[in-house]
């Protein structure tokens, strides 16, 4: 990637699935919640960073595994309809764009 920087401060959070679901963590970590806590611990500079101990010491609702995996699959299905509704607004576009050249170009 262009313009992208790599430095140490690249973590892998790997959940327990025993008490975590992956993609409830996913949800989790993006609520606005985490993101504020996330926001509030990051350095100030010329590239901001989240300390490894930030990341750590953030406070999460941890609801129910059950429920966990419930949440987790509706946030993918809730990217799925996200991606399927921009596919659909791309492929109209390109529909109406061939449309009215077609139009245009028969109307000569």
Do not use: W
């Amino acid at each position: 990637m262009v313009g992208a920087y790599i430095g140490l401060d690249v973590y892998l959070v790997r959940a327990n699935a025993l008490r975590i679901d992956p993609d409830f963590l996913f949800v989790a970590l993006n609520d606005i919640e985490a993101v504020r806590q996330l926001r509030a611990s990051a350095t100030t500079g010329a590239l901001p960073r989240i300390p490894k101990q930030a990341l750590e010491d953030v406070v999460l609702p941890l609801p129910p595994l059950d429920q966990q995996h419930r949440i987790g699959r509706l946030a993918k299905l809730a990217a799925d309809c996200e991606r399927l509704s921009r596919a659909r607004t791309a492929a109209e576009t390109r529909l109406h764009t061939a449309a009215i050249s077609q139009l245009l170009r028969t109307s000569a």
